[in-house]
Nanobody, 123 residues
């Protein structure tokens, strides 16, 4: 599976961004999908995950109510809508694909990764 993220950028605090993750090489509907982020000097952090059919979603507590993960299997694309962004959301954001039966929230359990897209939130 090849994953390509897009949609990152510079935004002021309180603003919004929608990240996209386009998949190729495998039908997206066969994969659980996750978004992670990594700030400089910090470990990669789980942000959100969505099951194959979109029926199950998980979020890290710090983004609940501000972030929505969704998917369009017909377009082989996963999205991360981020609203009311805060400076602490600044990081490189990565999408990841998982082929296991259970939706994971741990980075090491994901099988494929994109190259990342930078999100910078100014105060």
């Amino acid at each position: 599976v090849q994953l390509v993220e897009s949609g990152g950028g510079l935004v002021q605090a309180g603003g919004s961004l929608r990240l996209s993750c386009a998949a190729s090489g495998r039908t997206l509907s066969s994969c659980n999908m996750g978004w992670f982020r990594q700030a400089p000097g910090k470990e990669r952090e789980f942000v959100a995950a969505i099951s194959r059919n979109g029926g199950i979603t998980y979020y890290v507590q710090s983004v609940k109510g501000r972030v929505t993960i969704s998917r369009d299997n017909a377009k082989n694309t996963v999205y991360l809508q981020m609203n009311n962004l805060k400076p602490e959301d600044t990081a490189a954001y990565y999408c990841a694909a998982d082929l296991s039966p259970v939706l994971p929230t741990t980075a090491r359990l994901y099988d494929y990764w994109g190259q990342g897209t930078q999100v910078t939130v100014s105060s």
